[in-house]
């Protein structure tokens, strides 16, 4: 009786094995990144705001948890939300990036902070960051520094919809 349950715990450690790979894809690995940019500013000025779009290729919800990047002491993940009549930015504890679908960071919605930039950005200069999803898989991107006049042109103007 003994070695049944033996071959039967074996064959189904060998079971899940095999279609472990797709059970375990990270969040990572199923997001896409495109059209990442960071605003240039101003002499003085000591934040700045990345933006990009996040498009997520699987079958199952994911969400960006947090961000980081040696070119600032603090890296939040924002919005802006409309209160009694003002636009206000708030921090969020993650942005949601719904299956089959893209998640936008733009002007007036969720954005990256760099907060206490450690030196100036200077349009064509590259910011590292770092994305991490809920389930602990990173990203590693490089983000170009642009006006921020240029900044229309850097976003696909017909994705204004997807939240």
């Given at each position: 009786?003994?070695?049944?349950?033996?071959?039967?715990?074996?064959?189904?450690?060998?079971?899940?094995?095999?279609?472990?790979?797709?059970?375990?894809?990270?969040?990572?690995?199923?997001?896409?990144?495109?059209?990442?940019?960071?605003?240039?500013?101003?002499?003085?000025?000591?934040?700045?705001?990345?933006?990009?779009?996040?498009?997520?290729?699987?079958?199952?919800?994911?969400?960006?948890?947090?961000?980081?990047?040696?070119?600032?002491?603090i890296v939040q993940l924002h919005t802006?939300?409309?209160?009694?009549?003002?636009?206000?930015?708030?921090?969020?504890?993650?942005?949601?990036?719904?299956?089959?679908?893209k998640t936008m960071l733009k002007h007036?919605?969720?954005?990256?902070?760099?907060?206490?930039?450690?030196?100036?950005?200077?349009?064509?200069?590259?910011?590292?960051?770092?994305?991490?999803?809920?389930?602990?898989?990173?990203?590693?991107?490089?983000?170009?520094?642009?006006?921020?006049?240029?900044?229309?042109?850097?976003?696909?103007?017909?994705?204004?919809?997807?939240?």
């Amino acid at each position: 009786m003994l070695s049944k349950f033996a071959s039967l715990a074996c064959a189904c450690a060998l079971f899940s094995t095999a279609y472990a790979p797709a059970a375990l894809a990270s969040a990572a690995s199923s997001i896409r990144i495109s059209h990442p940019y960071v605003t240039a500013v101003a002499p003085g000025q000591t934040n700045s705001a990345a933006f990009l779009v996040l498009k997520n290729t699987s079958a199952h919800d994911h969400a960006l948890v947090s961000a980081s990047s040696p070119a600032a002491e603090i890296v939040q993940l924002h919005t802006h939300l409309h209160v009694n009549g003002m636009m206000e930015m708030r921090q969020v504890k993650q942005i949601p990036i719904k299956a089959h679908s893209k998640t936008m960071l733009k002007h007036g919605g969720f954005h990256i902070m760099l907060i206490h930039l450690r030196k100036p950005l200077k349009p064509g200069e590259q910011v590292p960051l770092t994305l991490t999803f809920e389930d602990g898989s990173h990203q590693k991107i490089s983000a170009p520094v642009v006006k921020l006049s240029d900044t229309l042109k850097s976003m696909p103007m017909k994705m204004d919809r997807h939240h």
